[in-house]
């Protein structure tokens, strides 16, 4: 069986180099605070197998949960020297190879894909899957990254096999700590959801929405799914808890509404309230750092008028569809 856990390890061991990679950069004044950040990152990967299997004691990724969050506030991690290929070797290669430089990253789809609709359902000769139960696509998405890679240096041929790791290391020193920012936002979700947050709100929400107004309850759930995403960061964490506030006891239980077009629906909003906070690190802030854009927040600042209608949009089309 192929496990997902080898996959983190590898991701684990690629931090760890990372690591290296900085500590040995002197050109990088925060150098020795920078190697600190994705060296606990990285060692965390492969912990995290010994605590799952309880093997480890599970504080100590707290601590080191903890010790990124204050090298995170310390201004880690930093850039140093880029060792990459040129601007005029980048514009070479796209005029020598023009839409083949897309192939890598169709490459990742399309495997994932694959893993996902066909693998997943191979079994051994002893009936066991090929694939660990409820991993498929993240498996898939691990060798797909592999495979990717070797067709990128197939393709483009580097002159040192290093440069993909000096080029995963610029796009991590421009991204910096946001890069983890989505980890740690689905544990917040998860904590949400185990400490009962979800039914405290839904106690609060008891004295808000006026007796039997469905539009009003409606608009509670898209709106408070949207608000929890912009504080969170991620609507598959504010999901839980606004649907086990409203979403399920008022909208389906009460008002007898179709979960399917409910949930698909908050859902949506969840995502409008996405498009309009830097917490969603991955959205919002990676691509301005990677295009290194003079506003960080100008992704945020362009999508914000698009956001509010939509929300509107989703409360009108819950009410008129989803009862």
Same mark, same amino acid.
């Given at each position: 069986?192929?496990?997902?856990?080898?996959? =983190?390890?590898?991701?684990?061991?690629?931090?760890?180099?990372?690591?290296?990679?900085?500590?040995?950069? *002197?050109?990088?004044?925060?150098?020795?605070?920078?190697?600190?950040?994705?060296?606990?990152?990285?060692?965390?990967?492969?912990?995290?197998?010994?605590?799952?299997?309880?093997?480890?004691?599970?504080?100590?990724?707290?601590?080191?949960?903890? @010790?990124?969050?204050?090298?995170?506030?310390?201004?880690?991690?930093?850039?140093?020297?880029?060792?990459?290929?040129?601007?005029?070797?980048?514009?070479?290669?796209?005029?020598?190879?023009?839409?083949?430089?897309? +192939?890598?990253?169709?490459?990742?789809?399309?495997?994932?894909?694959?893993? @996902?609709?066909?693998?997943?359902?191979?079994?051994?000769?002893?009936?066991?899957?090929?694939?660990?139960?409820?991993?498929?696509?993240?498996?898939?998405?691990?060798?797909?990254?592999?495979?990717?890679?070797?067709?990128?240096?197939?393709?483009? *041929?580097?002159?040192?096999?290093?440069?993909?790791?000096?080029?995963?290391?610029?796009? +991590?020193?421009?991204?910096?700590?946001?890069?983890?920012?989505?980890?740690?936002?689905?544990?917040?979700?998860?904590?949400?959801?185990?400490? @009962?947050?979800?039914?405290?709100?839904? *106690?609060?929400?008891?004295?808000?929405?006026?007796?039997?107004?469905?539009?009003?309850?409606?608009?509670? =759930?898209?709106? @408070?799914?949207?608000?929890?995403?912009?504080?969170?960061?991620?609507?598959?964490?504010?999901?839980?808890?606004?649907?086990?506030?409203?979403?399920?006891?008022?909208?389906?239980?009460?008002?007898?509404?179709?979960?399917?077009?409910?949930?698909?629906?908050?859902?949506?909003?969840?995502?409008?309230?996405?498009?309009?906070?830097?917490?969603?690190?991955?959205?919002?802030?990676?691509?301005?750092?990677?295009?290194?854009?003079?506003?960080? =927040?100008?992704?945020?600042?362009?999508?914000?008028?698009?956001?509010?209608?939509?929300?509107?949009?989703?409360?009108? +089309?819950?009410?008129?569809?989803?009862?």
């Amino acid at each position: 069986m192929i496990k997902v856990e080898w996959f =983190y390890w590898l991701c684990g061991l690629f931090f760890v180099v990372i690591a290296l990679q900085v500590l040995n950069d *002197r050109s990088n004044p925060k150098r020795l605070g920078s190697a600190a950040f994705w060296g606990i990152l990285g060692v965390s990967f492969g912990y995290g197998t010994f605590v799952v299997n309880k093997q480890a004691p599970s504080w100590l990724l707290g601590i080191a949960v903890i @010790g990124l969050a204050v090298l995170a506030g310390s201004g880690f991690p930093g850039k140093g020297a880029e060792r990459t290929t040129t601007p005029a070797e980048r514009v070479h290669l796209a005029d020598r190879f023009g839409n083949k430089l897309f +192939l890598p990253a169709l490459v990742i789809p399309m495997v994932a894909a694959l893993f @996902g609709a066909w693998l997943a359902k191979v079994k051994l000769g002893d009936g066991s899957l090929l694939l660990q139960s409820g991993s498929a696509t993240i498996i898939g998405l691990g060798v797909a990254s592999i495979l990717a890679l070797i067709v990128g240096m197939t393709l483009l *041929r580097p002159k040192s096999p290093a440069i993909p790791m000096h080029e995963g290391r610029r796009l +991590l020193e421009h991204i910096g700590w946001t890069a983890i920012l989505p980890q740690m936002l689905a544990t917040l979700g998860l904590l949400f959801n185990a400490s @009962g947050v979800g039914k405290a709100v839904g *106690r609060v929400t008891d004295h808000l929405v006026p007796k039997g107004s469905l539009i009003a309850a409606v608009a509670l =759930y898209c709106i @408070g799914i949207a608000v929890f995403t912009i504080i969170m960061g991620n609507a598959f964490a504010a999901f839980p808890v606004m649907t086990a506030a409203v979403g399920w006891p008022l909208l389906v239980q009460q008002f007898h509404g179709t979960p399917a077009v409910v949930f698909a629906i908050g859902m949506l909003a969840g995502f409008c309230g996405t498009l309009c906070t830097p917490m969603a690190a991955n959205f919002n802030l990676v691509p301005a750092a990677l295009l290194q854009m003079k506003d960080q =927040y100008g992704p945020i600042k362009a999508q914000i008028p698009t956001a509010v209608p939509l929300l509107g949009c989703n409360i009108v +089309l819950m009410y008129f569809f989803a009862f």
